[in-house]
């Protein structure tokens, strides 16, 4: 089964870094296109980021510059370090990967970004 699992959200001050984590299983890591998703309250889902299985990396245009998509093909995990936050970079954060049988979502983590 394959499975992704968020972790590293929490809150932060305005202009203050996190780092999330994206743990995958069951599925040939070094192959895969993996992309980080966000949902505001309220708001529909967005992506931040994406990397693909060779390691090139994509971002919004609210994101470029302050966050960082990598992989660790070692640990099978995706990271998003997030530089710079600010209170509009709040959301639920999502890891996703893409398939042709459906798409692959975790359980998200929270993301709150003071003031």
């Known amino acids: 089964q394959v499975r992704v699992v968020e972790s590293g959200g929490g809150l932060a001050q305005a202009g203050e870094s996190l780092r999330l984590s994206c743990k995958t299983s069951g599925i040939n890591f070094r192959i895969i296109t993996i992309g980080w998703y966000r949902q505001a309250t309220g708001e529909q889902r967005e992506v931040v980021a994406q990397?693909?299985?060779?390691?090139?990396?994509s971002y919004s245009d609210s994101v470029k510059g302050r966050f960082s998509i990598s992989r660790d093909y070692s640990r099978n995990t995706v990271y998003l370090q997030m530089n710079d936050l600010q209170p509009e970079d709040t959301a639920v954060y999502y890891c996703?990967?893409?398939?042709?049988?459906?798409?692959?979502w975790g359980r998200g983590t929270q993301v709150t970004v003071a003031s």
């Open positions: 990397i693909t299985s060779a390691g090139t990396p």
């Open positions: 996703n990967i893409p398939r042709d049988s459906g798409d692959v």
